[in-house]
């Protein structure tokens, strides 16, 4: 029989995969024994070039590394190396194509972080068929508010199949009831279809990739268009940005629905043919230091988070021994997704300083799922870059974290209302074009128009340059104004979070029209049933508020059951908040 290495040692073809899937069946390397290597022994790095998924794996798939999926003890639970994902991913799309699933029919998959949803999503790309990754039911709420949302996506989607992890199943056969969807269940349900003898017909450049809904589509879902050149043009960029070489690897708890967490560490990493080792929120959420054990122990280069990753840890470690805890290896400590709050990020360089986490691993960045993900970037192991910025018309000074130089290829406008390009240290809105700029909505219909006018991305963020980097100050749908000042709500929810009843993600502030003028209000969730202790944190909330804007708020205590509402990334939805207010439900 021919061995997995000599079959790998010269580039796939359709007519090595029946002896492959043979030798792979009866081989040794099928068994979980370890890791995959964070290098490959004769495999030659290559960083660029591809022009779609399926031939990045193709080519992925002839080295040794790979993904291994870590439980919320730090167990290795599954190990996928490109090699099996490449033989399971087009067994799946013979399934696909058995069950007479259509090239360009979409395929939704729940996006829990396992082996089986990298199967799908690569099986579908060489069937030809479109993989819609939609949120797991994290923090979602109740189980009809989540089976309404994923109804919803599919819907949306125009969805012919929906697969879902086995616990997850029975949810998703709630929600694909009386829609488009022919196919549902767990992985079992499509690994009992028949593989077809016809050719694949993998998607290719030019191509539909995947859809990807944004983190606030929730009542209307709104897909973003990824296309296969967009998506490698990204890629391509963020790696060279990132500096990503043959000794990298990495280590992620993102969720594999949001765009961080699944192009940075699944779709580049694996264009990369680099190793990535995976932990799932809800694990990390359990231990937010196995994330930390994982980079020491497999003495990764590459993390990433939003601010709110890193302030969990740090707060985490007050109470537990850092024991041998080693950090030295990073040299990219990625943030972004989310407003970069300075803070947090020095009080985790200060708690793990002693565990060898170097400042200078801090790579700021700033992107958006409608660029696919990435669209600035800092200068590796350079740390953090601040900027003091002075308000008009104030004596209130904001530190910002500058956030790097747009990805090559791309250009970057910052615009007045009255749509001018602005100069330096001047606020207005982004916009953005080059060639990872979305096409478009998913569906394309009058309730999903484009943002795009003249090939230009309006953002709906707000920032300003500072030389030729920029600096993003908020969204500019948050913005609140009140008698012709501009007040940043991050300044107060931050403000208000350090106060020692709270913790982060418990405020949410914005303002609401009121007699032709504009008022604060702050919606605070907290835990205590004491009356008097209610009262005294209204007041010292109070207190914060006036200290951070200078104005006084209307403020709004409420139980952390069910809480502020969230978006599915896990980001605090203030437009939610908003219409829960306005609706009289606080």
Same mark, same amino acid.
């Given at each position: 029989m021919t061995s997995i290495r000599g079959i790998l040692s010269a580039p796939l073809s359709e007519g090595d995969f029946e002896r492959y899937? @043979?030798?792979?069946?009866?081989?040794?390397?099928?068994?979980?024994?370890?890791?995959?290597?964070?290098?490959?022994?004769?495999?030659?790095?290559?960083?660029?070039?591809?022009?779609?998924?399926?031939?990045?794996?193709? /080519?992925?798939?002839?080295? &040794? *590394?790979? $993904?291994?999926?870590?439980?919320?003890?730090?167990?290795?639970?599954?190990?996928?190396?490109?090699?099996?994902?490449?033989?399971?991913?087009?067994?799946?799309? #013979?399934? %696909?194509?058995?069950a007479g699933f259509e090239r360009g029919e979409r395929l939704v998959l729940i996006a829990d972080t396992w082996p089986g949803f990298c199967i799908a999503f690569f099986g579908a790309q060489y069937a030809g068929v479109v993989p819609v990754p939609v949120a797991v039911p994290v923090g979602m709420g109740s189980r009809a508010t989540y089976i309404e949302q994923l109804r919803g996506q599919v819907e949306a989607a125009g969805a012919t199949g929906l697969l879902a992890p086995d616990e997850l199943a029975d949810f998703a056969r709630a929600a694909a009831k009386e829609t488009t969807v022919r196919l549902v269940g767990p992985m079992s349900t499509?690994?009992? %279809?028949?593989?077809? *003898?016809?050719?694949?017909?993998?998607?290719?450049? !030019?191509? #539909?990739? /995947?859809?990807?809904?944004?983190?606030?589509? *929730?009542?209307?879902?709104?897909?973003?268009?990824?296309?296969?050149?967009?998506?490698?043009?990204?890629?391509?960029g963020s790696l060279a940005a990132q500096q990503v070489d043959e000794n990298d690897s990495g280590v992620s708890w993102l969720p594999l629905y949001h765009d961080m967490g699944l192009i940075g560490f699944v779709l580049a990493p694996m264009c990369a043919q680099r190793s990535i080792d995976l932990l799932a929120p809800g694990d990390f959420a359990k231990r937010p230091l196995q994330w930390l054990s994982l980079i020491s122990r497999r003495r990764? *280069? @590459?993390?990433?988070s939003p601010s709110f990753g890193y302030d969990l840890v740090a707060r985490r470690a007050r109470t537990k021994p850092l024991g041998d805890l080693?950090?030295?290896?990073?040299? %990219?400590?990625?943030?972004?997704?989310?407003?970069?709050? $300075?803070?947090?990020?020095?009080?985790?360089?200060?708690?793990?300083?002693?565990? !060898?986490?170097?400042?200078?691993?801090?790579f700021a960045s700033y992107g958006m799922a409608e660029v696919c993900v990435g669209l600035t970037f800092a200068r590796p192991f350079h740390g953090l870059k601040t900027d003091t910025f002075k308000e008009a018309g104030s004596d209130k000074t904001r530190s910002f974290v500058v956030c790097g130089r747009v990805m090559?290829?791309?250009?970057?406008?910052?615009?007045? &209302?009255?749509? &001018?390009?602005?100069?330096?240290? &001047? @606020?207005?809105?982004?916009?953005?074009?080059?060639?990872s700029v979305m096409p478009g909505y998913f569906p394309d219909d009058l309730e999903s128009a484009s943002p795009l006018r003249d090939g230009w991305l309006d953002t709906g963020d707000l920032g300003y340059w500072h030389g030729d980097e920029i600096v993003i100050t908020g969204r500019a749908k948050d913005l609140i104004i009140v008698n012709g000042r501009n007040i940043w709500p991050q300044d107060i929810e931050w403000k208000v979070e350090t106060l020692p009843q709270l913790r982060r993600g418990d405020v949410c502030a914005f303002s609401v029209a009121s007699n032709d003028t504009e008022s604060l209000v702050v919606v605070v969730q907290a835990s205590s049933a004491d009356p008097a202790a209610g009262e005294a944190l209204e007041a010292d909330v109070r207190q914060a508020v006036k200290e951070a804007s200078g104005i006084d708020g209307k403020v709004i205590l409420i139980s952390r059951q069910p809480g502020l509402p969230m978006t599915s990334s896990g980001k605090l939805s203030r437009s939610a908040t908003k219409t829960n207010y306005l609706s009289g439900a606080y």
């Open positions: 899937e @043979i030798a792979l069946k009866h081989s040794a390397d099928r068994r979980v024994t370890g890791p995959t290597p964070s290098t490959n022994a004769s495999l030659p790095f290559r960083r660029n070039g591809f022009h779609s998924l399926c031939e990045a794996l193709d /080519y992925a798939a002839r080295g &040794e *590394t790979g $993904l291994n999926f870590f439980d919320a003890r730090g167990k290795l639970s599954s190990s996928l190396p490109y090699r099996d994902l490449w033989i399971e991913a087009q067994a799946f799309a #013979r399934r %696909l194509i058995g499509f690994n009992a %279809l028949p593989e077809s *003898t016809d050719p694949l017909r993998p998607l290719g450049a !030019g191509e #539909r990739c /995947y859809i990807q809904f944004s983190s606030g589509s *929730t009542r209307k879902p709104r897909g973003i268009d990824i296309r296969q050149d967009q998506l490698m043009a990204n890629i391509d990764a *280069t @590459i993390t990433y080693d950090l030295s290896s990073l040299r %990219l400590a990625g943030v972004g997704a989310d407003m970069i709050q $300075l803070s947090v990020l020095d009080r985790f360089a200060d708690t793990f300083a002693a565990a !060898g986490f170097d400042a200078r691993a801090w090559a290829g791309h250009r970057i406008d910052i615009r007045s &209302e009255a749509g &001018e390009s602005l100069g330096q240290r &001047e @606020i207005g809105r982004l916009f953005v074009s080059g060639p």
